[in-house]
């Protein structure tokens, strides 16, 4: 069994990693960058240890550097969370062959499911619906001309080995095509050193539905429901909530048998998610699949009341799941939003620098992953991502008024943050309405991007506030203590108020 877990990662998913540890009895282990000597996770550990520069290609991203820390430490695991090295199956394999646990699939499933192209087929053979497209990379520009026609346009042009957005380009125009292959190809070449593309049909006012499996090694495999992710901007997830108010409990139904036929196709073992597109038909197609833990986890862990961490450490461990389909259900509504150290009014820059004032929100049914606290310097070299905020709530409109409470309570100071944008989110009407697609940023960008209006509450506060100081100075200045006075402190306020006559 595992005795010591090394999480190779930092900020907000290596504590959640940490936490599940610490409640099963199994010693935790950080590795930080220069950068995050000084972060939450490393005070956190049992054990930390550095592994190199600030920049990731230097540390977080160094398989050989993870591996030596491993050993150093005598790590019988490694949990690689989400991001950096959490997809690579070189990773996966090098941990196999030190004898380390990797807490995670295995590298054949990692690497069918990592390039697009080859899960497409995957999926098709497994009798998964994919969305209309071609199984085969885009070489010859006049045969893509060719095969766009035929499919007919919108279309999208999309990286194999992609992810986070990056080579993508939606074509609505025949005299668009050529450019978007090429442009398409050259940021995949940049981004992931594979210039592969492919071709997808381009599904109007999609929603973005992803399904929670979890798979042992012993051919075991269910899914813990759906989350919708149709809040995003520029592909990359901004809220998330479940249930989706889309979805219809025979359509729910479908899809969770799809996703679990999907994660047998590659005998998956731990947890992972199947992304599905889906049209306002209800229609639906496989996307992709994440292989590791998903940012968005929380949510599911809290209408299906499962540590999906701890899941992932059993199975590790050779454990069959404890709960067949049949066990699972969803009670109640869970909402997640993204708080991002970004200045929404600003092309949402990334906003570092030390925090002066933290006050994260308290509360039933308020649950907050972070890793920040007051100063604390938010470094440059990382993903401007501080924390995920979650709520439950019996309903889906109690979760959202519980949310909005949640982010009025939220107080960061010296940074800018998003907390704004997503309250503007939590207040819109299609959001409010469930009536929303992955184009709901850009429907609604008026609305959540204009100037900031006035709030009474906030001026009559800076009143008060200014006023108080107006007194303190006065006091200091004009007005003479009374000599062994015993009066209140109220009753000098009084005081000091009438001479002032206001």
Not at 60 to 73: C, F, G, H, P, S
Not at 232 to 250: A, G, I
Not at 379 to 387: G, H, R, V
Request: net charge neutral; with cysteine; aromatic share 8%.
């Amino acid at each position: 069994m595992i005795q010591k877990i090394l999480i190779a990662n930092r900020g907000e998913i290596a504590l959640r990693v940490m936490r599940t540890c610490r409640e099963m009895g199994i010693k935790s282990v950080a590795v930080f960058s220069e950068a995050d000597r000084n972060s939450m996770h490393v005070r956190y550990a049992d054990e930390a240890i550095l592994i190199g520069a600030s920049s990731s290609n230097e540390s977080y991203l160094v398989i050989d550097k993870i591996i030596e820390a491993a050993k150093k430490t005598g790590a019988d695991a490694i949990h690689p969370g989400y991001g950096f090295l959490s997809e690579n199956a070189a990773f996966s394999e090098r941990c196999k062959k030190e004898g380390i646990e990797f807490i995670g699939p295995d590298a054949f499933a990692i690497r069918t499911m990592g390039d697009k192209i080859t899960a497409r087929k995957t999926m098709i053979k497994a009798g998964v619906p994919v969305v209309p497209g071609t199984t085969e990379p885009i070489l010859d520009e006049d045969l893509a001309i060719k095969t766009i026609q035929e499919i007919g346009l919108p279309v999208m042009i999309k990286a194999s080995a992609g992810g986070g957005g990056k080579g993508m380009r939606l074509v609505k125009d025949q005299a668009e095509i050529l450019n978007a292959i090429r442009g398409a190809r050259s940021e995949a070449l940049n981004a992931f050193g594979n210039d592969a593309v492919y071709i997808e049909k381009y599904i109007d006012s999609p929603h973005h539905i992803e399904f929670q499996i979890i798979a042992d090694k012993h051919g075991n495999a269910v899914h813990l429901f759906e989350r919708e992710c149709s809040v995003q901007r520029r592909h990359q997830k901004v809220v998330e909530e479940t249930p989706s108010p889309l979805l219809t409990p025979e359509v729910r139904a479908e899809m969770g048998e799809h996703a679990v036929l999907a994660a047998k196709a590659v005998n998956y073992a731990g947890a992972g998610t199947i992304e599905f597109i889906m049209g306002d038909d209800l229609k639906y197609y496989f996307l992709e699949m994440n292989t590791r833990l998903q940012v968005e986890h929380p949510i599911t862990e809290m209408v299906v009341g499962v540590d999906l961490v701890r899941q992932q450490i059993n199975i590790a461990n050779g454990l069959e799941l404890n709960f067949r389909q049949q066990d699972l259900k969803q009670t109640g509504h869970s909402i997640e939003c993204r708080i991002y150290a970004e200045d929404s009014e600003n092309s949402f820059m990334p906003s570092p620098g030390i925090i002066k004032h933290f006050s994260e929100p308290l509360g039933l049914g308020i649950r907050h992953d972070g890793y920040v606290y007051s100063g604390y310097e938010i470094p440059i070299y990382y993903d401007p991502m501080i924390s995920k905020l979650i709520v439950w709530a019996e309903t889906r409109k109690d979760a959202i008024n519980r949310m909005k409470s949640a982010l009025y309570n939220y107080k960061i100071t010296g940074i800018k943050t998003s907390i704004k944008f997503l309250e503007r989110i939590m207040n819109t009407p299609a959001f409010v309405g469930g009536n929303y697609n992955t184009h709901f940023i850009q429907e609604n960008a008026a609305f959540l991007l204009g100037p900031n209006k006035p709030n009474p509450e906030c001026e009559d506060m800076a009143m008060v506030a200014a006023f108080v100081q107006y007194l303190d100075k006065l006091e200091k200045t004009c007005i003479q203590p009374i000599s062994g006075s015993s009066a209140s402190n109220w009753k000098e306020f009084g005081r000091k108020r009438n001479s002032i006559r206001l």
